[in-house]
């Protein structure tokens, strides 16, 4: 197959177009991942079987190939070969080798939001959170609001980060090349460019000791004109050989947590190599022969002590996981995607502030597999990896059943293909309990007639019933001129002008820093999902996530021809009868036939119509409790 050349970039490396299983897809230049047969799978928990599972794989890669991430849980590695190789030629060698189940390009993974084209008037942004009316939610909250043991893991661009004073990573962009970095500095003094600007603190974790601070070392090497940060005043974190001490240049203040756990230093001498650890048996070691050489200091527990959003920042609530853009366990929004998406799903409610979140009790594990890109057009998106989306969703699941958590996973993205190793991802959700709620994806345009089919993993719903794909609607029940359609499409909700949290900073989406904007896309449909998903599973945790999603769609209101159809599903979710369905009642039916629309409720006197002119048409029907 011929390569197009690169079109943008993700994480430093190109990002190439091609045809992958027939399908037109973006992947990762240069990226395989490789998963390997179930009956491996306890191979690779003892190290020398490890090893010599990966000798095997890299007898069939070219020379320079390594390894990116290490073997999951799963069986899933990621390697890097050189560029100039052919990928998919070694793609198929690799696939057909007898210790591997798939072999796979790393394919693009997008965030399904519709951009807004003007953040000038951030009063035209704002309007009532409709969404929350067409869908019956606030009558559904007589019967639910959630529960802390029930889970929406949404895997996103990250939730709105701290912003901290001392002791905190600081963020700087420049927007005209699309680039970010990281520094402890403040005052920007680490830029390594014009045109910079400060985003507000990010918050790491600190090497430090008992004591109330701790130093902070400054190193330079005037060969270079480069210098750098750390709070080893020895210098053994120093990332090159030559650089000079400046002494102390002040003291950053020891984050104050419940909690501190021993950090351990291991070290490998004949690579002049170390890492640290909380497990002092050195478990976590990615090769053998390190040699321990006792604790090196305490290091903070792995939780933000504040969120900065007022809407989402209850951390008896709001859990944070990996990031995996930076390989850290602090996933600070930088796009703004995620955190809009969390909002609608489960933002802080009845506390007088800003939006309601549908399910605005259950606890939120937030996971970040996107990162901010600048489109040519001058618009921005979030851009992952199928690789990352796969591990998302298993550390989700593990989470989830470590706590005995019932758990609701919202993916607001899409791809262009399938890919193996988030399929055996969804799988293992399956198998452990857990509903997968993926938007469709933005790709149609049916004002010009184009009708595109649904993405993935959301079209993994034929196959897989912990699968629901949600397409989106505007306030008029019309199906969003973007939604993608198909028989994937299980039931579609508000997507259109939503209303939702984004972080209180500067980020490309969020360029006037407000706390609440209104955005388009099925991206914006699926936390809907998720949210009555929660509520379902808080009144009744002995469901099966195939029953969850019949009961959605079963009390869904019918929007196009009558049953499923290939725009709306089932149609339009309704939060009101799902949760009637389960706590058992009467169910009223009104109707406007000027409009030709009607709603249910549980209301005999029709006061919670949602407009004047709707007639009673009597009792619909009882509904008993599910056992």
């Known amino acids: 197959m011929k390569k197009k050349e690169p079109i943008r970039e993700i994480r430093g490396k190109k990002i190439v177009r091609g045809t992958w299983k027939r399908r037109r897809v973006d992947y990762v230049s240069g990226e395989i991942v490789v998963g390997i047969r179930e009956e491996q799978l306890k191979r690779i928990q003892v190290a020398e079987q490890k090893e010599d599972i990966k000798r095997n794989l890299f007898k069939q890669l070219p020379k320079g190939s390594k390894i ?6 799963q069986g899933m590695i990621r390697i890097e070969v050189p560029e100039a190789e052919d990928l998919f030629r070694i793609i198929q060698r690799l696939a057909k080798h007898p210790l591997v189940e798939y072999a796979e390009p790393n394919i693009i993974q997008e965030t399904c939001q519709v951009i807004p084209d003007e953040y000038a008037n951030l009063a035209a942004l704002r309007a009532n959170q409709w969404g929350l009316e067409r869908v019956r939610a606030p009558w559904a909250w007589n019967n639910s609001i959630g529960r802390l043991n029930v889970l929406i893991a949404v895997i996103d661009s990250g939730i709105a980060g701290p912003e901290r004073a001392q002791g905190a990573i600081y963020r700087w962009w420049n927007p005209s090349i699309g680039d970010h970095f990281f520094c402890s500095d403040p005052l920007g003094e680490l830029a390594h460019g014009g045109g910079y600007r400060y985003e507000g603190a990010r918050f790491r974790l600190f090497l430090a000791n008992e004591a109330s601070t701790t130093p902070f070392f400054r190193w330079w090497k005037s060969s270079i004109g ?16 030559g650089y000079q001490p400046e002494g102390n240049i002040g003291n950053i203040a020891t984050v104050q947590l419940p909690g501190t756990v021993a950090l351990h230093r291991w070290w490998k001498s004949s690579i002049g190599d170390h890492f640290y650890t909380t497990d002092p048996n050195g478990e976590l070691a990615p090769q053998s022969g390190y040699q321990y050489e006792g604790i090196a200091g305490y290091v903070v527990e792995t939780r933000l002590s504040s969120l900065s959003h007022p809407d989402i920042a209850d951390e008896n609530r709001f859990v944070l996981g990996n990031d995996y853009v930076h390989d850290d366990n602090f996933p600070m929004d930088d796009l703004g995607h995620g955190t809009h998406v969390t909002g609608i799903a489960s933002a802080d409610t009845n506390n007088n502030t800003d939006i309601a979140g549908l399910c605005w009790n259950s606890s939120v594990f937030v996971i970040k597999i996107f990162e901010p890109v600048l489109l040519p057009n001058g618009t921005w998106i979030g851009q992952g990896t199928s690789s990352d989306l796969a591990a998302a969703i298993i550390e989700a699941v593990a989470f989830g059943l470590a706590r005995g958590y019932r758990v609701v996973i919202n993916y607001s993205g899409t791809a262009g293909s399938p890919s193996a190793a988030v399929e055996i991802a969804v799988k293992l959700a399956r198998t452990n309990g857990c509903l997968l709620v993926a938007a469709t994806g933005n790709d149609s345009d049916h004002l010009t007639g184009l009708r595109h089919r649904v993405g993935w993993p959301a079209a993994y719903s034929k196959d897989y019933d912990n699968v629901i794909a949600v397409g989106a609607i505007d306030n008029g029940n019309n199906l969003a001129n973007f939604s993608n359609v198909g028989s994937e499409v299980n039931v579609v909700a508000p997507g259109v002008n939503v209303r939702s949290t984004v972080p209180n900073y500067w980020t490309g989406q969020n360029q006037a820093a407000a706390t609440l904007a209104n955005w388009d896309g099925t991206s914006m449909a699926a936390p809907h999902v998720s949210g009555l998903a929660a509520l379902i599973l808080s009144i009744n945790q002995t469901l099966t996530p195939r029953r969850v999603r019949e009961i959605i769609e079963t009390t869904a209101d019918n929007l196009g021809p009558a049953g499923k159809d290939n725009d709306f599903g089932y149609g339009r979710i309704n939060c009101e009868r799902a949760l009637a369905l389960l706590t058992g009642g009467t169910i009223f039916r009104w109707w406007k036939s ?21 007639q009673y048409e009597g009792i619909a029907g009882y509904v008993l409790t599910i056992p």
């Open 594 to 614: 000027s409009i030709g629309d009607h709603f249910y409720t549980t209301d005999p006197n029709g006061e919670v119509a949602p407009q004047s002119g709707y």
């Open 68 to 73: 990116i991430r290490d073997f999951s849980t």
């Open 226 to 241: 480069d210098h750098f940060y750390t709070t080893d005043p020895n210098g053994e974190l120093a990332p090159q050989s």
